[in-house]
């Protein structure tokens, strides 16, 4: 979101604390506000980035609202574009893509009736 208008994160942190994992986003970019992630607080703070596969109860969403502490940390808008562009390549850092399987396209873009097929032996 850019704009968190009258945004409380009380407002809305039963619906999060209530609702299924799999139904929520893996978390959520309020660029004039903060950034509500999944994760636990033992010395530091650690995010899931895929909240529906942790099994831990110690894991609870949470938010941060991610205010520059001097002048040289950057503004709160580009702090929390960092965030974003962050999650972004972490999520592609971590992924596996298997190979494409070029024979379910070729079949798809080949339309083969047997009414219009010739034979080159002519039988």
């Known amino acids: ?16 604390s209530t ?9 959520c970019i309020i660029l004039d506000r903060g950034v509500i992630m999944y994760g636990k607080v033992d010395d ?6 895929y909240p529906d596969e942790v099994e831990d109860e ?4 949470y938010f941060s ?7 040289e940390c950057g503004s709160r808008d580009g702090n929390h574009l960092g965030f974003l562009y962050y999650s972004i390549l972490e999520h592609i850092a971590n992924s596996y893509l298997e190979p494409p399987s070029l024979s379910q396209y070729m079949a ?5 009736r047997k009414s219009t ?3 080159a032996s002519g039988d």
């Open 117 to 119: 097929l010739e034979k």
């Open 44 to 49: 530091k703070f650690s995010q899931s980035r």
């Open 65 to 71: 609202p991610f205010e520059p502490i001097e002048a």
């Open 108 to 112: 798809k873009m080949m339309v083969v």
């Open 19 to 27: 609702s299924n994992t799999k139904d929520l986003p893996n978390s």
């Open 58 to 61: 110690n894991y609870d969403w």
């Open 1 to 16: 979101f850019v704009n968190g208008g009258d945004f409380r994160f009380s407002e809305i942190a039963n619906h999060f």
